[in-house]
């Protein structure tokens, strides 16, 4: 917010006061209405992920997929409290910072699947280890969330006339959506390169898991992320176009773009992995193609490996003549 020449320290606007369009931290009210749809939509889903991952074990994408659906309902419940008072400073730096990094927790869960795909399809397919390609895109979210909360954080420690500290916090926050940016379209790149050498490869492919591959259901859930991780990635290029303009510039000031280009491509990349829930992508075999996240000799003393939600024997494989990483 650029703090108008006539602003007095310590005075407190109301609706009766002052103009949003040039005293509030967003220039107009926030819909109740379409904030509390959002709301109640977001808290649903997020209800039914938890749901979902206590009684099918998945435990590994539900604590992600709930932490971030609940910022996001913590999120419209500061625009529905910015309605009635869009001079208050806490509730703007509530919403703003909740409805940036929800996502960030989302894509969190979209990374760990594609470890267990590529279990699914064969581990000898792919250039790259199961283990590192979750460990690499769940260490670029973790950047990602860090960065993003230290440039939240300097905007909502700043007092209101200090305008520079306040731009250096919003680009920092823009460095952590950027961040995101690249790293959803890494995993995308990633997944597709994979996806493509499994046609090239499959006399390597996995005999465990034929049938599933196969499946109609896999193939649903294999578009479902795709699907969204392109809703991800639109409202994040979205977020870091309308945050690098500033709190004051004409995006971050229009509703309905932010309704529409933020809130409903999160609803539905969340639906979707909601749907297409992994248990039922993965025919109710998730479990089964887990994979260990420290290389080390399968446990010798069962006769079958057995595969657990954090994490699995692996069984030994022929060596092939390229590298893993």
């Known amino acids: 917010m650029v703090v108008p020449s006539d602003y007095i320290k310590g005075f407190v ?7 949003v369009q040039k005293w509030g931290y967003i220039h107009y009210q926030p819909s109740v209405a379409g904030n509390a749809l959002f709301l109640v939509i977001m808290a649903l889903l997020a209800v039914t992920q938890l749901f979902l991952g206590i009684t099918h074990k998945t435990k590994s994408v539900a604590i992600p997929m709930f932490l971030g659906l609940t910022t996001e309902t913590l999120g419209y419940v500061a625009r529905v409290l910015l309605h009635g008072n869009p001079f208050n400073r806490d509730y703007f730096l509530w919403y703003l910072i909740t409805l940036t990094i929800g996502p960030v927790f989302i894509a969190a869960a979209i990374y760990l699947t594609l470890g267990r795909i590529v279990v699914v399809y064969g ?6 280890k199961p283990r590192t390609y979750t460990t690499f895109f769940l260490a670029c979210d973790i950047v990602s969330l860090v960065v993003q909360a230290v ?3 300097i905007a909502a420690s700043t007092p209101v006339t200090n305008q520079p500290l306040i731009d250096v916090g919003t680009n920092i926050l823009v460095a952590g959506l950027s961040i995101q940016v690249a790293s959803l379209f890494a995993f995308s790149a990633c997944s597709l390169e994979f996806l493509s050498r499994t046609k090239k490869h499959s006399d390597l492919r996995n005999p465990e898991f034929t049938d599933l591959v196969s499946s109609k259901r896999f193939r649903l859930f294999i578009c479902a992320i795709f699907a969204a991780t392109a809703l991800l990635f639109i409202r994040t290029v ?9 709190f004051s510039g004409k995006l971050a000031n229009n509703e309905v773009e932010f309704m529409v280009l933020d809130g409903v491509m999160v609803i539905l990349a969340s639906l979707l992995l909601t749907v297409f829930h992994p248990d039922y992508g993965f025919d109710k075999r998730w479990n089964e193609a887990g994979f260990k996240f420290r290389s080390g ?12 939600e954090s994490g699995s024997a692996e069984k030994v494989e022929p060596e092939v003549s390229e590298h893993k990483v």
């Open 123 to 128: 581990e000898r397919i792919s250039r790259i």
């Open 151 to 153: 440039g939240g954080g």
């Open 238 to 246: 979205f977020r870091s176009v309308e945050l690098s303009k500033g």
């Open 297 to 308: 000799k399968a446990n010798t003393n069962q006769g079958t490996p057995q595969t657990l």
């Open 13 to 19: 606007c109301t609706l009766k006061t002052c103009s």
